[in-house]
């Protein structure tokens, strides 16, 4: 099993919502971008199925990738 990291996390967003990775930033709205609720469980599964230790209610509560990295790098320290 692969560790998530930032930046694929970044990866994983941008191809969800058909951007470049260059066009998502740490701290951007990303429901101001596109990303709805369905698109949001997906990534959520997807990153629970590499590991992260995460629900869709904490993603949902404040949509940016920094804090969502927040939540993923913790349960990664977490786990290690």
């Given at each position: 099993m692969t560790a998530l990291s930032l930046e694929?996390?970044?990866?994983?967003?941008?191809?969800?919502?058909?951007?470049?990775?260059a066009d998502i930033q740490d701290d951007?709205?990303?429901m101001d971008l596109g990303l709805d609720s369905m698109r949001l469980m997906k990534l959520a599964s997807q990153w629970r199925e590499a590991g992260a230790s995460l629900e869709f209610a904490d993603l949902a509560a404040?949509?940016?990738l920094a804090h969502w990295w927040t939540i993923v790098a913790g349960s990664q320290t977490r786990d290690a």
């Open positions: 694929s996390m970044r990866a994983d967003i941008a191809r969800i919502l058909h951007e470049s990775p951007d709205n990303l404040h949509a940016t």
